[in-house]
């Protein structure tokens, strides 16, 4: 599967700032056995202990803070297609710079571990993306992506009259496409929970789903509602 031109350009224009990403950060709390999506990418890092770390579609940088910190012996980079978001994570003190995840300016091999949290679903042409994270990875290396399922916060968005498009790169097919470029695939799946009042649940959709924002019925105090996160491990 691709993405049109137009859902490029809204991606771009979605990640021009920091405002809606951490609009959507900001209602997440962990899972009821506390582990998030973000200590099972570090905790596998740790293990395997790389010396040369690349993340793709950074973000703010949080993550790539994390990871620069827990394991401060390697040598860290974080890419982000959007100039601002590199400028915010080189603030943190991460190295970071402009690249396309589909065109990654490095050699071959040049990277024991590469990263993509939530950002598998944006790219243009997914397994060509894949093949450029299988090509920059050292032979024995590993690769950690992070991605949602169709039935992510399913009560909030049936709530509010509508319904999550499915993922290009989601909990229901990215093992498969995986093992296109990996021979080994694990896959370990979270439910972290979305806490909301109202205003902020409005805010969550607004920065995506404008029309779902308008339509979510007023309730009164905090609800819950349910994530779907997979982390996958391929090797």
Do not use: K
């Not at 859902?7 to 771009?12: E, M």
């Not at 950074?58 to 401060?72: D, F, K, V, Y």
């Not at 990654?104 to 950002?119: E, H, I, K, N």
């Amino acid at each position: 599967m691709t993405s049109s031109l137009d859902d490029q350009a809204a991606v771009r224009r979605q990640y021009r700032d920091e405002r809606g990403l951490l609009t959507r950060a900001s209602i997440w709390r962990p899972p009821v056995d506390g582990v998030t999506p973000q200590d099972l990418v570090i905790a596998e890092l740790g293990h395997r202990e790389p010396t040369s770390i690349l993340e793709i579609g950074c973000g703010t940088g949080a993550l790539a803070e994390r990871i620069h910190t827990s394991l401060p012996a390697a040598s860290m980079l974080a890419t982000d297609q959007s100039a601002r978001m590199v400028e915010l994570t080189a603030a943190r003190g991460v190295p970071a710079v402009i690249a396309d995840a589909d065109d990654l300016p490095f050699a071959a091999g040049s990277y024991q571990a590469v990263v993509a949290a939530w950002m598998l679903y944006h790219v243009p042409r997914i397994d060509h993306t894949l093949t450029e994270v299988r090509r920059v990875l050292a032979d024995g290396g590993v690769f950690i992506a992070v991605t949602n399922g169709n039935d992510h916060l399913a009560g909030l968005l049936g709530a509010a009259g509508a319904s999550g498009s499915p993922y290009q790169f989601g909990r229901e097919d990215g093992e498969a496409l995986l093992r296109h470029h990996f021979g080994t695939v694990e896959a370990r799946h979270l439910t972290p929970l979305a806490v909301a009042n109202h205003a902020e649940a409005v805010r969550y959709l607004a920065s995506s789903q404008p029309e779902a924002a308008a339509r979510l019925p007023r309730y009164d105090g905090e609800r819950t509602y349910r994530g779907a996160v997979t982390v996958f491990i391929a090797s």
